[in-house]
């Protein structure tokens, strides 16, 4: 492809992906398949690789994050970011609309919306072009997060349509959606990570990540509600909004015009437990005031301005006793603190127990056993102890103090320098890690072993079957068999299930062994880069941080785990019953059918991505070069192969050849 050409694609590939990221992340309205989108995606990353030239910050190529910024520079906002002043009554919201009609000597209109529960951010535009986001801050200036913004993808790099201001500035909440909070939660559950406990923190916490890639990951969005320039953008509020959309901003569906108190009071009670059915948080309403002379007439006061105000669900709280501190020990050996309440009524549930987090929390609570606290439902989905009722603490009720010793096995627990949470380090001695591991290993996203579930595995180490992983493949069938309910289909399966499980590839059987920190990712980056467990093994440090997106605790982890004899046991008895430890590709060339063939790959290709062409052209034997010259063998070629190219190798008189022929030629 010629740079006229390849110019010419970029620019049709982007539009072609921000069309489609505009239809699913702000329509709602899938147009592709996510197997089309990234395939194109990666055709234009190609592309821009190649001509760099056309590289602009306003391809989607630049949501997928990669940028590494150290600090984030303060930045004075232009218009300041002001914040909304609250109330928690219908009647002070009677009363904030009895000051406007008065003010204005007239019943107004306002637009209701909801008061999603995330982090404020002001996203500045230039000739429709994303340019700068900045947090609120102190509302007078903020931090620059604007390569962190980037990667939302529902957040246009480039405005729609026309009609824009040449400069405006957006401003909205950033959110965790919870789907997608609650799909990392289980992820970092899976590799014992502590769990985030509600999503409005964690979407903060995210945006200040140092590396973009982490926040698209994460799968934040953004619903956008003012705009502001220099010149109106309309003469209501409503209408500024709908521009906004017509620009192509998320603004929410749920914003009402309303144009009386009754219809105000109507959509804050249709939202007070409408709330539990959206998909992100919310923690109350906004109200304000349509016309924007109206706005300018009323103004502002030090801190907010006096034609809105935001009414705030009560959060739901409950008084009880707390009977008693118990402690949990997870599959990773992380201890888990858990307060025993005297039964409470708490928005619609029943509840018993409520999370302490870890160890500082009770200090800071400064719990005592017998104390009434407070119990809060917020974001977070079990109850939390929000504050202890100290009238009704008696003499004798005993300070509640972390346990020393793990409550199922007795070994000292411990805890790291900077962390929050304490450890019982008896790995492999502990029962609730030793189960957990066992149910770890069984689990779908890793040795998937049919007919084995979580319940059986527990039978067996009860029973004293088995103590780890590697026990399990010296299972009998009398053994099985012999459990209660289980009849011979359902041992014979799960012994079936067992042997097959041993087809496995390596990177999930390195997943399924469960180093600590070593997530599905983490164990397909590892096992590509080291091929086998022995490289794996032996590696040091150096060489583990050395491997993309490897940091110093996971490498730390991963010596850990092997230091430790008993895991070097497992894993030999493992590799004896025949699990993979080694992944394919590192058993050399599968044939020679290439041997001494130089070929030049280029475009675009249906069965393979043009890495995974290239691999196969080494797997059997050829080697890869770049350019065309006399000593190239053949010139694949894929779809869209550059004009300029074609012309060369038909002037050196260099094949030409097409996927299927060079399928052909490795099946031969
Ligand atoms: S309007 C002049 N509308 O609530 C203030 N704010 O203190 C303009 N928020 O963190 C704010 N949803 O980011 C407005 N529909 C909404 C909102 C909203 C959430 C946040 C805002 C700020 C806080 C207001």
Request: hydrophobic share 40%; aromatic share 8%; charged share 30%.
């Amino acid at each position: 492809m010629n740079r006229e050409e390849a110019k010419v694609r970029i620019e049709v590939l982007s539009q072609e992906l921000e069309m489609h990221n505009y239809k699913y992340y702000v329509l709602s309205e899938p147009s592709i398949s996510d197997f089309e989108f990234d395939k194109k995606l990666e055709e234009l990353i190609a592309l821009e690789t190649e001509f760099p030239e056309f590289l602009s910050s306003e391809s989607p190529s630049q949501r997928v994050g990669g940028t590494v910024t150290k600090d984030f520079p303060t930045v004075k906002h232009k218009y300041p970011m002001m914040s909304l002043s609250n109330s928690y009554s219908k009647e002070e919201m009677q009363e904030f609309m009895a000051r406007i009609t008065k003010a204005i000597e007239r019943e107004v209109e306002y637009v209701c919306e909801l008061k999603f529960d995330g982090v404020a951010i002001g996203i500045r535009y230039v000739d429709g072009k994303m340019t700068q986001a900045i947090t609120r801050g102190d509302g007078v200036q903020g931090d620059e997060i604007t390569a962190n913004i980037r990667t939302i993808r529902s957040l246009p790099l480039q405005a729609k349509g026309s009609g824009y201001p040449n400069e405006f500035e957006v401003r909205g909440e950033v959110y965790f959606p919870r789907e997608n909070f609650d799909r990392l939660n289980r992820e970092r559950e899976e590799i014992g990570e502590p769990l985030y406990a509600n999503p409005r923190n964690t979407a903060s916490g995210t945006l200040k990540s140092q590396d973009s890639a982490v926040v698209a990951a994460r799968g934040l969005d953004c619903f956008l509600y003012a705009g502001l320039a220099d010149e109106r953008i309309a003469d209501t509020h409503y209408d500024s909004l709908l521009k906004l959309k017509e620009w192509g901003f998320k603004v929410s569906e749920h914003m009402r015009l309303c144009k009386s108190a009754e219809e105000v009071f109507a959509y804050l009670e249709k939202w007070d437990t409408e709330r539990f059915n959206l998909g992100f948080e919310i923690d109350g309403v906004v109200i304000k005031v349509n016309s924007l002379d109206d706005q300018d007439e009323l103004g502002f006061t030090a801190k907010s301005p006096r034609w809105a105000i935001a009414y705030k669900f009560a959060a739901e709280q409950a008084v009880t006793r707390l009977n008693e501190v118990t402690y949990q020990v997870g599959r990773t050996g992380a201890i888990t603190p858990v307060a025993n309440l005297e039964p409470v009524l708490l928005a619609g549930t029943t509840v018993k127990r409520a999370s302490l987090h870890n160890a500082d929390q009770i200090a800071k609570l400064d719990l005592h056993i017998g104390d009434m606290v407070q119990v809060e439902k917020g974001g977070e989905i079990i109850p939390k102890i929000v504050g202890v009722d100290l009238s009704q603490r008696q003499a004798d009720f005993p300070v509640v103090e972390f346990i020393h010793n793990c409550p199922e096995c007795g070994t000292e627990l411990e805890r790291k320098e900077g962390e929050a949470q304490h450890f019982c380090p008896n790995e492999l001695g502990c029962p609730p890690q030793i189960k957990g591991k066992m149910e770890h290993f069984i689990g779908r996203k890793a040795m998937d072993v049919d007919g084995l579930g979580a319940e059986t595995v527990q039978q067996f180490y009860e029973a004293g079957l088995v103590e780890n992983v590697a026990d399990l493949y010296e299972l009998t069938y009398e053994q099985v068999v012999a459990l209660d309910r289980m009849a011979d289909k359902s041992a014979t399966n799960l012994l079936a299930g067992l042997e097959a499980s041993k087809q496995v590839p390596f990177p999930r059987v390195l997943f399924a062994i469960g180093i600590r920190y070593v997530g599905e990712t983490v164990a397909k980056k590892l096992a590509k880069h080291f091929k086998n467990i022995d490289a794996l093994m032996a590696a040091s440090q150096e060489e583990l941080v050395a491997v993309d997106e490897i940091g110093d605790r996971i490498a730390e982890s991963v010596l850990h785990f092997f230091a430790d004899e008993r895991n070097r046991t497992i894993i030999q008895r493992l590799k004896d019953h025949g699990l993979q430890f080694e992944i394919e590709e590192a058993e050399g060339p599968v044939s020679n059918a290439l041997e001494g063939k130089t070929f030049v790959v280029s475009g675009v290709f249906s069965q393979f991505s043009r890495d995974e062409i290239k691999a196969e052209v080494e797997r059997h034997g050829g080697k890869n070069v770049s350019s065309i010259s006399k000593n190239t063998d053949y010139v694949l070629a894929g779809d869209k192969m550059g004009p300029s190219k074609l012309k060369k190798a038909e002037d050196l008189g260099i094949p030409i050849i097409s996927e299927e022929d060079f399928v052909g030629m490795i099946s031969a």
